[in-house]
């Protein structure tokens, strides 16, 4: 069935940092894919997407490119800030219109001042 | 809107002790899941509905978990008898019909301890 497999963690960075949280997928058919965070004490929330090959998803400095040659969708940052200390989640949903989502087991990163 | 609200937020109990988790999705989202998440196993969908009805069940670990949606704006989770193996995390998210899984909205979740 499909999967999502994700970088082991904690990842500990300094505040500036360049951020990479690698997420790699098997997956029948030509699935969307996630990046979900989920803050200390919170639910998830949806932090960018893309829903085919090549796309780039997008989001408060985060970006993820859809590598449907490496099956892969790796979360990037740039500078990181401590408030992106959080645990983030690579998830999949396929083609077929399933409501299902297939989550990543989630990397926690935490980033120092 | 006050979000997907889920009740109670920790959970103390017992094993062999019944245990229901609340949920309150956004209002007007159609679909409502529960999942369960562990250090172990990551986040796993137990099961969710449609207009209320569950849809699919699959990730329902065993007999006793049970859940309902007996109207649009409320669903429990019951756990009856309760087992440490059941210690986790248990969230309810919502979505509205269209594009159900860019518009996934959850809950604070409820941290489950059965002792």
């Known amino acids: 069935g499909d999967s999502v497999t994700q970088m082991e963690g904690p990842v500990t960075l300094s505040e500036e940092a360049f951020l990479t949280i690698n997420c790699t997928y098997t997956?029948?058919?030509?699935?969307?894919l996630f990046w979900y965070v989920q803050y200390p004490g919170e639910g998830l929330q949806l932090l960018l997407k893309?829903?085919?090959?090549?796309d780039k998803g997008s989001n408060k400095g985060f970006e993820a490119t859809y590598r449907k040659e490496t099956t892969s969708f790796h979360l990037e940052k740039g500078s990181v800030q401590v408030s992106d200390s959080a645990v983030y989640f690579c998830?999949?949903?396929?083609?077929?219109?399933?409501?299902?989502?297939?989550f990543g087991k989630g990397t926690k990163l935490t980033v120092n001042p | 809107d006050a979000g997907v609200i889920q009740s109670p937020r920790h959970e103390v109990t017992e094993m062999g002790q019944e245990v229901t988790l609340r949920c309150k999705p956004i209002s007007g989202h159609d679909y409502l899941f529960w999942y369960r998440q562990t250090m172990m196993r990551g986040l796993e969908l137990l099961i969710y509905?449609?207009?209320?009805?569950?849809?699919?069940d699959s990730g329902m670990p065993e007999d006793r978990f049970s859940a309902k949606m007996p109207n649009a704006s409320f669903s429990t989770l019951k756990i009856q008898p309760s087992e440490p193996r059941d210690s986790a995390v248990y969230f309810c998210?919502?979505?509205?019909?269209?594009?159900?899984?860019?518009?996934?909205?959850f809950g604070s979740g409820t941290q489950l301890s059965v002792l």
């Open positions: 509905f449609n207009n209320n009805v569950p849809i699919d």
């Open positions: 998210a919502s979505s509205p019909a269209a594009s159900t899984n860019e518009k996934l909205f």
């Open positions: 893309a829903t085919k090959a090549d």
């Open positions: 998830a999949l949903s396929d083609q077929g219109g399933s409501e299902k989502l297939v």
């Open positions: 997956a029948t058919g030509y699935p969307s």
